[in-house]
């Protein structure tokens, strides 16, 4: 069982930066690879980037690849997306996930956070 909680999000000019965190709380967290998804409006939920327990091994959408940076702090159970040169097509509800895949399936997920708005305006 993982409860995930995230915050940070909000309103940011295109071409910047935000930082979106995920509380993650439960047992044996180091059993399940980390996920950021997002949803725009009248869209489908997709794949933005995993991690696993130890950092080891990442994934990202091609989309977001050298912008955004998934990254984990295991010691506080914190996992973050660092979002750089945002764009206003970034415009989404970033959703947090944990699960047992690093590949991009949504179904390999099957805890999600209530997800936190990000805004990019141009």
């Known amino acids: 069982q993982v409860q995930l909680v995230e915050s940070g999000g909000g309103l940011v000019q295109a071409g910047g930066s935000r930082r979106v965190s995920c509380a993650v709380s439960?047992?044996?967290?180091?059993?399940?690879?980390m996920a950021w998804f997002r949803q725009a409006p009248g869209k489908e939920r997709e794949f933005v980037a995993s991690?696993?327990?130890?950092?080891?091994?990442?994934n990202y959408a091609d989309t977001i690849k050298g912008r955004f940076t998934i990254s984990r702090d295991n010691a506080n159970n914190l996992v973050y997306l660092q979002m750089d040169s945002l764009k206003p097509e970034d415009t989404a509800v970033y959703y947090c996930?944990?699960?047992?895949?690093?590949?991009?399936?949504?179904?390999?997920?099957?805890?999600w956070g209530q997800g936190t708005q990000v805004s990019v305006s141009s």
């Open positions: 439960g047992r044996a967290l180091r059993t399940y690879i």
């Open positions: 996930a944990a699960g047992w895949a690093i590949a991009a399936q949504e179904t390999s997920f099957g805890y």
């Open positions: 991690i696993t327990w130890s950092g080891s091994t990442t």
